[in-house]
């Protein structure tokens, strides 16, 4: 049994919605995968993250110093050792924000959710092209990490920042602005969210925790942090929302679900399972 494209509304996250319904297809029609109407929220919210990281320049050093002052220190009281356990067991949470863990989330869309193979290209774009985004501003501006700072540290926050436009010319040691981390777990917290709306607590908890991750490894800054997620969160939108990459992504996942039909199992398991094709492009 093929179901008219008039009577599918199959869009990320709901995949399975006509299996819950008793009454047979929804009567929506299909427009498209993602929101008829661009969603802006993630631009707004870019904003925000940005002003509140140049509110957080001020708490920088602060925080830096607090945390790098507990690991340097020779006799840690109780309190210090329960702190620092505590920092390193965020370590668990690292791999959501670099390549191990897109690859680990990859594999287990594709081969435990075959109905959502079609998304794997616009999970990958999210998340490699946030990190991508934030090491092209690690290019543009010097700023030395906080375990790169000679402790203790008494100086301004400006005094961590150096020259503009270094490019190659120095190490990871000074490239702490922005963090690439932080950028590629929100982007891949985006688009698991886009495609999985009823994980988005999940996803959000995780690419906070690689936040704090790194500001706890001593490897960024909070404003570092708040400036990757704002890039994460522009990226993501652009390539989910706004502009002309969502539709062509469509396109391309058109096609794809009009090569292999994708197979919804029914809410009666004797029933024989469904397929669905995707309507011809206008």
């Not at 109407?37 to 320049?57: K, V, Y």
Request: charged share 15%.
């Amino acid at each position: 049994m093929v179901w008219r494209d008039s009577d599918l509304d199959i869009t990320p996250g709901n995949v399975y919605a006509h299996s819950k319904q008793s009454a047979g297809p929804s009567q929506r029609q299909f427009t498209r995968m993602s929101n008829p109407r661009p969603n802006r929220r993630g631009l707004f919210l870019a904003a925000f993250l940005l002003l509140a990281a140049i509110a957080a320049l001020c708490a920088d050093v602060p925080i830096a110093t607090a945390v790098q002052g507990m690991k340097h220190e020779l006799d840690p009281g109780v309190w210090t050792k329960a702190c620092l356990a505590c920092l390193n067991a965020l370590n668990i949470f690292e791999p959501f924000g670099h390549g191990l863990g897109i690859v680990v989330v990859v594999i287990v869309l594709h081969q435990l959710d075959r109905n959502r193979r079609w998304a794997i290209p616009r999970v990958l774009a999210c998340a490699l092209g946030s990190g991508l985004a934030a090491d092209f501003v690690k290019l543009t501006i010097i700023r030395c990490r906080p375990y790169g700072l000679q402790f203790p540290f008494a100086g301004q926050v400006w005094e961590t920042f150096g020259d503009w436009w270094p490019i190659f010319g120095v190490g990871s040691k000074s490239q702490s602005f922005p963090s690439a981390h932080t950028a590629t777990a929100i982007g891949l917290a985006a688009a698991l969210i886009w495609l999985y709306p009823q994980g988005r607590r999940l996803f959000i908890v995780l690419a906070v925790l690689v936040g704090c991750q790194r500001i706890a490894a001593g490897a960024h800054y909070a404003s570092d942090v708040l400036v990757g997620a704002a890039i994460g969160c522009l990226v993501s939108t652009l390539l989910l929302n706004v502009g002309r990459l969502p539709t062509w992504f469509e396109r391309w996942e058109r096609q794809h679900w009009r090569r292999k039909p994708v197979s919804l199992p029914s809410k009666d398991s004797a029933t024989p399972t469904r397929a669905i094709e995707r309507p011809p492009l206008a």
